[in-house]
């Protein structure tokens, strides 16, 4: 997260992360909360043909492009 995080602030690369939503972690809110666009996935993701889902929520987190 903190690669993103710096990557991002150094560079202006548009960063997009399909990531676990652990909302209750330091990354989360060191890297995260108000520093980046957040959408919370309803539902548990579902991969290919397996007959499981995740046993977490998702996220897809975007760090916007800059300068242009």
Request: glycine content about 8%; overall charge positive.
């Amino acid at each position: 997260m903190e690669k993103a995080f710096r990557t991002n602030e150094d560079h202006g690369n548009l960063v997009v992360m399909l990531l676990p939503a652990r909302t209750d972690t330091k990354w989360f809110h060191d890297y995260i909360y108000h520093k980046a666009e957040i959408r919370f996935i309803r539902g548990r993701l579902k991969f290919g043909d397996s007959k499981n889902s995740a046993p977490f929520p998702s996220m897809v987190v975007v760090y916007g492009q800059k300068g242009n």
